[in-house]
């Protein structure tokens, strides 16, 4: 079994004071997908650069207290890979890749656009970059899962109040348009939406700091697991945790009957 979560931890110095280690030492899993670290490689603790038990790996922004990616990983990667190869967005730290055999994890941060009108034309420009990057890894004979949180709630189901947001950054039909194609035209799976397609409150990754959002789970679903089919079909279960708040976001941890000792990777890949 292949056990990946993903987390935005919103601060990786805020999540360890809430006690992100302990809980993720407990997960037995694999792999570990983290965003939005805000530190750079001067900021982490000895202890963040060698939790127990995992290799770390992190790919951090330029700017201070901004971004970043990282990966923990039990097994040691044969290849890691930080740059996107544009300079804006590897500047932001927004993609770290790890190898093992023929498997690829990706973590990665999709830019928020939120904040201005600035940040979502920037927004679009990544999705605009990545999604030929995205199409070609799917095409490529591997199998891959991309952890990220992703800053878009695909469908209806994905967040409380979507007919308020249809406006709004993160649920524009645009970006929810750039999703579909993802799944439909490019070769990715919604692992989540696979096992539970109907699932609404217990789906959400992300609340608001703003008014009383998490007590009253006015969620969104923006923290995803993307798989190659092979791979995605393989997916036996699927949770996100609430019991413990590190984040504005919440883990979303998926196992896989998937052998990561498994085949080479193919020619060329």
């Known amino acids: 079994m292949l056990r990946i979560i993903t987390l935005n931890l919103n601060g990786i110095r805020s999540a360890w004071r809430k006690g992100v280690l302990p809980w993720a030492l407990g997960q037995n899993a694999d792999i570990i997908c983290l965003q939005e670290l805000k530190a750079q ?16 790996y992190y790919h951090c922004a330029t700017k201070r207290g901004y971004s970043g990616v990282g990966l923990w990983c039990r097994r040691k990667p ?19 890749r790890a190898d093992f055999g023929r498997l690829s994890v990706i973590s990665l941060y999709q830019p928020s656009g939120s904040s201005s009108e600035q940040r979502q034309e920037a927004k679009f420009r990544f999705m605009a ?3 030929p990057r995205l199409s070609q890894l799917a095409a490529s004979g591997r199998d891959v899962v991309v ?20 406006k709004n950054s993160g649920f524009l039909p645009e970006e929810r348009a750039w999703v579909s194609r ?13 096992l539970h397609p109907t699932r609404t409150d217990e789906a959400y990754t992300w609340w608001s700091n703003r008014g009383q959002a998490w007590a009253k789970n006015v969620g969104w679903r923006l923290d995803y697991q993307l798989a190659t089919a092979a791979i995605a ?26 052998d990561q000792d498994g085949d080479e990777p193919p020619p060329g890949a």
């Open 41 to 56: 490689q001067a900021d982490l603790s000895e202890e963040m650069k060698a939790p127990p038990g995992f290799h770390a």
């Open 78 to 96: 044969e290849r890691i890979v930080e740059r996107l190869d544009n300079a804006e967005f590897d500047l932001e730290g927004r993609f770290l």
């Open 129 to 131: 970059f990545i999604f």
């Open 147 to 166: 952890c990220g949180d992703w800053n878009i709630a695909h469908q209806e189901i994905d967040l409380r109040n979507w007919r308020s947001n249809r």
């Open 182 to 194: 993802l799944l439909d035209e490019a070769g990715w799976c919604d692992v989540y939406r696979r």
């Open 233 to 258: 079909g393989r997916a036996q279960r699927a949770e996100v945790f609430k019991a413990q708040r590190f984040s504005d976001h919440a883990p979303l941890t998926i196992d896989y009957d998937y």
